[in-house]
């Protein structure tokens, strides 16, 4: 069955830390993955798309890796601010059908 | 504003009712999808549009919901007879032609009272 998994479900870190949200998945043949900010109450923001033919992508403080062997990705958030604080979601995309496979997410919350 | 546009923004509507919401894509995304969010989980996959043609939908989805995407371009999702369990958020994303990366509205919030 294809899973996706984030651990943890919530995580408390003081600003200007960098910090490390994980993500793993069952089966390693991906189409892609991408990771998306939720806000409470609102949709959900692409952050970070990376094919399965990647490694990793980089936008700004953020970057994203890609281990398909190992069934993980991790979000790297580098000098966290109170601003980025929100629920981060990844989600799985297998090349045996259409829909994204959701992880629960990793609400982040950052201390000024 | 050219992102992806949801109507409304928030529906409460007592039990047994029908609700109707709509969907418009980012302008040229051929590729539409709509999921349903309940509070603290991930969102669950619904249904899937490549131009009109419905080509996946969730074995989840009762025959009490239906979608439909005319000539490609805006969506509706009805719901008949609603329940309490429906309440929800429900997100429409799309995706260009060639690419599967999805951009999502800001999503309806279903209240059933």
């Known amino acids: 069955k294809q899973e996706v998994t984030q651990i943890p479900a919530a995580l408390s870190v003081p600003e200007g830390e960098n910090l490390v949200l994980n993500c793993s998945f069952t089966d390693s043949a991906i189409y892609n993955l991408q990771w998306f900010r939720q806000d409470p109450g609102k949709g959900l923001t692409s952050l970070l798309l990376i094919q399965s033919s990647q490694r990793e992508q980089t936008s700004g403080r953020l970057n994203a890796s890609l281990d398909k062997s190992s069934g993980r990705s991790t979000l790297y958030i580098a000098a966290s601010q109170p601003g980025d604080s929100a629920t981060y979601l990844c989600a799985v995309r297998w090349h045996s059908n259409y829909q994204l496979i959701w992880g629960a997410g990793t609400k982040l919350i950052i201390k000024p | 504003d050219t992102g992806v546009s949801q109507n409304p923004r928030h529906k409460i509507t007592k039990r047994g009712q029908n609700v109707t919401f709509r969907c418009d894509p980012i302008?040229?995304?051929?590729?539409l999808y709509w999921y349903r969010q309940t509070l603290g989980q991930g969102p669950e996959f619904l249904t899937y549009?490549?131009?009109?043609?419905?080509?996946?939908k969730s074995r989840l989805l009762s025959d009490r919901f239906s979608a439909e995407r005319p000539k490609g371009s805006f969506s509706t999702l009805e719901i008949q007879r609603t329940e309490q369990g429906d309440s929800a958020m429900y997100l429409c994303?799309?995706?260009?032609?060639?690419?599967?990366?999805?951009?999502f509205g800001q999503g309806t919030r279903l209240t059933v009272v």
């Open positions: 302008s040229e995304h051929n590729r």
């Open positions: 549009f490549q131009n009109e043609a419905q080509l996946e």
């Open positions: 994303a799309s995706s260009p032609s060639g690419s599967f990366e999805a951009f």
